[in-house]
């Protein structure tokens, strides 16, 4: 079992000690440390309840308090997690990592209590509002790429690529223009954008991005670059973890505003507030430029649509279907999307879902929304007359998985996850004249010294009891 976790086999290590508790079911240290697998595999609702098991086999098994601490963390249930952190610390008040832990949880609890009041009043403004692009300076100094009059060019995008590709910065003028009126165009567009290609058409669909900017430039060199006759569906999860989250997404908000019909941007789980303060982004948005512009792209994430359906016939989303039977087509055109997600309802459904080989549905590995069987993706595209989804936010290791006899399509297009997962990254092309997907793998390209999770926050850097 030992050394499955060393080779971070952890898919193996849950098997043996799963194997291991029903042999022996009242061993907390089994259930401590099948918790760790699963919060190594992001399933973070697993990884709770065995922590959860754990002391209740054991109340005074210390790493069992910490396990559940860094599971809620995840879950972004900040105040449960502090409580655990208590308990560590006032029983090893000379353990370094748990006093750090702790401070770092009850700074974001009273950060976000402040939040929370600074909300409730109502005149809540946008950065936009505060912000006097027109009069920033552009030093001398900066010899990097600038919009041509205010507009974003192909020569712009071409120069903005391979500057990112040095490992330059974007002078935060071009960061800021870019972003104000990328929100004005995505705040335009319907919560379930709907397109039609024609028959000679064909669109690519990626998946999970992460923050890996070099494998996106290598999706670009195989696959070409976006144009009007080249389009893409890049299916959400842009930022966080890889810690390249802010050249990938200004590209990809770049494109957006050079083809905007014909350059499609979906939310993802991570294009949210939480998830951003916990995975790397607001941290690296922070340490390039600056907490406003963390702000403002919060705003503009809120904007990106939820879900797009091509020729009436296939619907993606980032997540998938839904934790009820009976949701349409128009109930997803009518959600008000411009929030943080909900806890549960079709919103949090479409970021959060994952699918199930055995029918019904049950409680979901990640803690939120729920895990859906083929019998729910068959009655759901009956009623809205689709012929399969197509999602992402799940690792594969072959880059994609087709599951439910065809009906349900994965796509992730991150190779080599998180520098250690050893996957293939794949997209898909979507031809209007028979809608049939095939699929193209890649493997993952090298990258300049930065680990991924670099600017995560420290309790996320799993480096746990």
Not at 251 to 265: A, E, I, M, S, W
Not at 360 to 367: L, P, V
Not at 400 to 406: D, K, M, P, R
Not at 415 to 423: A, E, H, L, R, V
Request: charged share 25%; hydrophobic share 35%.
């Amino acid at each position: 079992m030992a050394a499955a976790f060393e080779e971070k086999d952890y898919e193996n290590a849950i098997k043996y000690y799963s194997e291991a508790l029903e042999l022996n079911p009242s061993n907390a240290i089994y259930y401590s440390n099948r918790s760790l697998a699963y919060l190594r595999t992001e399933c973070y609702g697993y990884a709770l309840a065995d922590a959860t098991k754990a002391l209740e086999v054991d109340k005074n098994y210390i790493k069992g308090y910490y396990r559940r601490a860094t599971s809620n963390m995840a879950l972004g249930k900040f105040k449960a997690a502090l409580k655990d952190y208590e308990t560590v610390v006032r029983v090893r008040p000379n353990d370094k990592d748990a006093r750090m832990k702790y401070q770092e949880c009850n700074k974001i609890v009273k950060q976000k209590a402040f939040e929370r009041a600074i909300a409730s009043d109502e005149t809540k403004k946008s950065v936009v509002d505060s912000l006097d692009i027109e009069n920033m300076t552009i030093e001398d100094d900066y010899t990097g790429p600038k919009l041509e009059d205010g507009k974003v060019t192909l020569k712009f995008m071409k120069e903005m690529m391979d500057w990112f590709k040095d490992q330059k910065k974007l002078h935060r003028k071009c960061a800021y223009q870019i972003l104000v009126q990328v929100k004005d165009v995505l705040s335009k567009l319907p919560s379930l954008v709907e397109i039609t290609l024609k028959e000679t058409e064909k669109i690519t669909i990626c998946g999970d991005t992460h923050g890996q900017y070099y494998d996106l430039l290598n999706i670009f060199k195989l696959n070409g670059l976006p144009s009007d006759t080249n389009p893409y569906l890049f299916n959400g999860d842009f930022v966080d973890r890889g810690s390249f989250s802010v050249e990938v997404i200004l590209t990809l908000f770049g494109f957006k505003l050079l083809y905007p019909n014909n350059f499609h941007l979906l939310r993802g789980n991570h294009e949210t507030d939480n998830m951003n303060q916990m995975y790397g982004f607001e941290g690296e948005v922070k340490a390039k430029y600056t907490a406003q512009m963390f702000q403002l792209f919060s705003e503009v994430f809120q904007w990106l649509p939820l879900a797009q359906c091509i020729n009436n016939k296939v619907l993606v989303m980032h997540g998938g279907l839904f934790s009820e039977d009976g949701v349409t087509l128009e109930d997803l055109r009518k959600i008000d999307r411009n929030r943080q997600p909900p806890d549960s309802g079709p919103m949090c459904d479409l970021l959060w879902s994952d699918p199930q080989p055995q029918n019904g549905r049950s409680i979901s590995k990640r803690g939120v929304s729920c895990q859906f069987g083929p019998d729910v993706t068959e009655r759901f595209l009956e009623q809205n007359k689709l012929d399969f989804i197509v999602r992402s936010h799940e690792v594969k290791a072959e880059g994609y998985e087709v599951t439910h006899s065809g009906k349900c399509i994965t796509v992730f297009s991150a190779p080599n996850y998180c520098d250690q997962m050893g996957n293939k990254g794949a997209y898909i092309h979507l031809r209007g004249s028979d809608l049939k997907p095939e699929f193209h793998q890649f493997t993952a390209v090298p990258h300049p010294n930065v680990k991924p999770m670099a600017y995560a926050n420290t309790l996320m850097q799993l480096g746990m009891m």
